[in-house]
């Protein structure tokens, strides 16, 4: 079993999001998002997979395939179907988040990557 505390060691980036991967396998991804206040990730969406969000930490506004933005905060979960294009803006907090992809594109090597792999060497 692998584990890891969610809001330990945060790793923020001066002037942009950080999305940094948690776990990386031919099954999926788990990645931890990090965005600074009044921060967002442009328009973009997940081709091959749904994409699954936990908010860990802070408020920001999500837009779906609607693009209406919506507030959430800790303890929401958004499901955004395969292909649906998505954004997100952080408040005046810092925000944290997990995101959860499954399966994954045929150019990811079978290699297992990211922070949680290193648990299992």
């Known amino acids: ?7 330990e060691d945060l790793e923020f980036h001066e002037g942009h999001p950080y999305a940094q991967p948690l ?15 009044g921060e967002s990730l442009k328009e973009h969406n997940a081709p091959t997979s749904p994409f699954y969000v936990v908010v860990l930490q802070g408020k920001g506004m999500f837009a779906g395939r609607d693009g209406q933005e919506q507030e959430f905060g800790p303890d929401s979960l958004l499901i955004f179907d395969q292909g649906e294009n998505h954004t997100v803006r952080a408040l005046d907090e810092d925000l944290v988040f997990v995101g959860f992809l499954h399966g994954a594109p045929s150019n990811i090597s079978a290699r297992v990557a990211g922070l949680l792999a290193r648990e299992g060497e």
């Open 1 to 7: 079993m692998r584990t890891m505390h969610l809001l």
């Open 23 to 37: 776990l990386v396998d031919r099954n999926g991804r788990v990645l931890r998002f990090t965005l600074k206040p």
